[in-house]
């Protein structure tokens, strides 16, 4: 049994994003494959569309779990958007399930034009990082949108510069996020932390310890540190110690 749905304000696209049979007959550009997905890039009528196929929900049970990846990722998107955080449009979703059991899904996306991810812009040594206002624009936009998930008591699971794109304007939007759940109590604080320190992570690297306590500032929204503020940050400087 499959499941898909189109957005209405893409029927126009139906021969190729109308079900699963068409998306997974799309030829074009992989941008990244692994054990249980690939992402390829396809253009129609001047816009470009990312598709990512599911041929597994990974080993065992999780074939049977009611929570797939695909539906976790869709359901995530179309959170952040209902919750003002720059994201990818959701064009079309769905999966197949035999005797309840995954078979495949997909998950549509249009183009964000000219965007780049944060951690191509490390690689490549963008000025754009070494330009102290630029850095402070963003900076407090990833601070906003990371405290308006954990406001909602979600936390994205895997926070990274690379997930993080940004246009030629400088604003930034928050993707792929299959894993992010709600949360409450001890868990959440520790979800909080996590997806703290994996911004730090390559923080550390590319930023002077000024901008990272101003980041920290900008998503506590307040000017100055209290003890509390000072606890968290030496559990996210420290999170990955003996990890890696």
């Known amino acids: 049994m499959a499941a898909w749905k189109l957005a ?6 139906a021969a190729d994003f109308g079900n699963l049979e068409a998306v997974f007959a799309l030829q074009g550009a992989r941008i990244t494959k692994d054990a249980i997905s690939e992402v390829i890039r396809v253009e129609r009528d001047g816009v470009r569309y990312y598709v990512k196929r ?20 869709c359901r995530n998107l179309k959170r952040f958007a209902k919750w003002d955080v720059p994201t ?9 399930r ?5 078979v495949r899904g997909a998950l549509i996306t249009r183009e964000l034009v000219g ?31 990371t405290r308006c998930l954990h406001d909602h008591h979600f936390t994205h699971n895997d926070l990274k510069w ?4 940004v246009d030629e304007a400088g604003k930034v939007f928050l993707i792929d996020c299959p894993s992010g759940s709600f949360w409450w109590g001890p868990a959440l604080s520790y979800r909080i932390i996590k ?46 110690e003996g990890r890696e």
């Open 98 to 102: 035999s005797k309840g059991a995954f």
């Open 54 to 73: 599911y041929r597994s929900a990974g080993k065992g049970l999780r074939r049977y779990l009611a929570r797939t990846r695909v539906t976790s990722e």
């Open 115 to 145: 965007t780049q991810d944060l951690a191509a812009l490390v690689d490549r040594h963008d000025p754009r990082l070494r330009q102290a206002e630029w850095v402070r624009g963003v900076s407090q936009q990833v601070a906003e949108l």
């Open 8 to 13: 209405a304000n893409y029927s126009e696209l």
């Open 88 to 96: 990818p449009q959701v064009v079309a979703a769905g999966l197949e």
């Open 162 to 165: 690379r997930n993080l794109l």
């Open 195 to 240: 997806d703290l320190a994996c911004l730090d992570k390559v923080a550390k690297q590319q930023l002077s310890r000024t901008q990272r306590l101003r980041f920290y500032l900008q998503y506590r929204g307040r000017a100055r540190l209290n003890d509390s503020d000072k606890k968290r940050l030496r559990k996210i400087i420290g999170f990955f």
